[in-house]
T-cell receptor, first 114, second 112 residues
């Protein structure tokens, strides 16, 4: 069984400030890791994914995430946020031995203020 | 635009009714996944079809069923609807069982 915990339900931040959205997971098997973004009234869009290899993963819109196996974390970071980054962000896992279902965290609402 | 289409965009119905949600995957994608997003349960995986065959089931109620047709589009059937079934229903597709999933815009179901 897998579970994903996003430790912050809301993160307010000022424009051009750095941000980190935290994600921890637990799983009995090795997993792939994903971050998705959901803008208001839209579907989910893939930001980045970790399958294997380098633990630092770069995604779209200037986001990056670091896989830490010992801490079972996959935190999302951006050095300077824009107003347009205001959205809901979801961390997700997928077992790498089956490739079937994504297990999502509860989501973090990033609110960028001017 | 992910290339995944879902119809209808909005659906309002009454308790006890039955509805069908439709999903057309991206061209060439063989896998279709259904997810439910609600305020109390968050985003939950419902079911996965690959090339017409059911591959995995998640937290899908017995009142719900799905199928994938030979042209690879999929339908999610929800019956005996309850107030608690009100949610956003997302469809996602991928090339195969291990590829990145691309999400459609969702169908918002409101049960009154």
């Amino acid at each position: 069984a897998q579970s994903v915990t996003q430790l912050d339900s809301q993160v307010p931040v000022f424009e051009e400030a750095p941000v980190e959205l935290r994600c921890n997971y637990s799983s009995s098997v090795s997993v792939y890791l994903f971050w998705y973004v959901q803008y208001p009234n839209q579907g989910l869009q893939l930001l980045l994914k970790y399958l294997s290899g380098s633990t630092l993963v770069k995604g779209i819109n200037g986001f990056e995430a670091e896989f830490n196996k010992s801490q079972t974390s996959f935190h999302l970071r951006k050095p300077s946020v824009h107003i347009s980054d205001t959205a809901e962000y979801f961390c997700a896992t997928e077992p790498n031995n089956a490739g079937n279902m994504l297990t999502f965290g509860g989501g973090t609402r990033l609110m960028v203020k001017p | 635009d992910s290339g995944v289409t879902q119809t209808p965009k909005h659906l309002i119905t009454a308790t006890g009714q039955r509805v069908t949600l439709r999903c057309s995957p991206r061209s060439g994608d063989l896998s279709v996944y259904w997810y439910q997003q609600s305020l109390d349960q968050g985003l939950q995986f419902l079911i996965h079809y690959y090339n017409g065959e059911e591959r995995a089931k998640g937290n899908i109620l017995e009142r719900f069923s799905a199928q994938q047709f030979p042209d690879l589009h999929s339908e999610l059937n929800l019956s005996s609807l309850e107030l608690g079934d009100s949610a956003l229903y997302f469809c996602a597709s991928s090339v195969d069982r291990v590829d990145t999933q691309y999400f459609g815009p969702g169908t918002r179901l409101t049960v009154l």
